[in-house]
């Protein structure tokens, strides 16, 4: 819901998510086989097309996340364009 409000509110203020590149830091082995849920639902949310959403899955190692930790970081970058005021 947090993310539909967030999405919400940047149509409100004149722009639209064009895609979204997220990288996902946790246990891939544990992740893996959620991805293409875990696409279809920000695509949905997002109101693009799965096309445009790359998500990714490494483990937090490089970020200085031990390999036991039971957390899942997420970290995003979206592209936002004006919204085309002929629709």
Not at 16 to 37: C, F, R, T, Y
Not at 39 to 66: C, E, P, Y
């Amino acid at each position: 819901e947090l993310l539909r409000q967030g999405v919400a509110d940047v149509r409100e203020a004149g722009f639209e998510v064009a895609n979204i590149d997220a990288i996902l830091l946790g246990k891939p082995s544990a992740l893996s086989q959620h991805l293409p849920g875990m696409v279809d639902n920000l695509a949905r949310a997002l109101k693009v097309s799965n096309d445009n959403v790359t998500l990714k899955i490494t483990s937090g190692s490089a970020f200085g996340q031990s390999a036991e930790a039971e957390s899942i970081t997420a970290v995003a970058t979206a592209l936002l364009l004006p919204v085309d005021s002929n629709t």
